[in-house]
């Protein structure tokens, strides 16, 4: 990145970045820094109240599974929340797809497999060892993107609410029949097929299978 380019951007937001980050030459603006710190502090709280016998086991209206006045336990119906705190859920999401990566930039050793309900653990790496990324390592829009998104899905299962519906938009370069899975409020994509990065306002004059659907 050319420190001294007035238009350098924050490769998560694709915002320009201001005179003191590109001096520092950060490649992620501190905003995305701090949207990032606070959602992996939400996703640690969000996570220890869903990896309860409540969290596993209440449905939509504040009632549990299993029947009326038995003394058995209920049977777990929330799978989706099983998934998230079990093994292989966020934890492992978290170490292998971010934490890992990170300590191999930083020719640091490899952490040993976490438990899966270690999310103290590993959040406290990644919040301690963000301003380093969001300076350094040049993955870290989709690490970012990953943090969002694994905030998002563990919000959504604790309240109850759907996340944005996602569609797909299809990619502009020529020759190429890139598909990207999107919503309305994603900042960034990347095409799987020929590796064009869209932005924001980029993603926005893409045609989507809406447009396919009314042609």
Known sequence: MNLDDA????????????????QAGRLACFRCEGRASEQLHAIRGTFKR?????????VRGGGTSGPTGSKEPPIPARLAVLNATGPG????Q????IEDSWRKTLGWSMAATRSHRDIDGVTTFLINNLPWACEKYPEIADDLEAISSIHGTLTGMETGERGPRKFTAYCSTDDCHGEMRITLWTARATCPTCRTDYDKAGL????????KAAA
Request: glycine share 10%; aromatic share 4%; with cysteine.
């Open 7 to 22: 238009t350098a951007r924050c490769l998560a937001c694709n915002s320009p970045l201001w005179a003191a980050e590109i």
């Open 89 to 92: 859920g966020v934890v492992a």
């Open 94 to 97: 978290l170490q292998s797809g």
């Open 50 to 58: 869903l990896d309860t016998v409540d969290g596993h086991t209440k």
């Open 204 to 211: 926005g004059t893409l045609v989507t299978e809406y447009d």
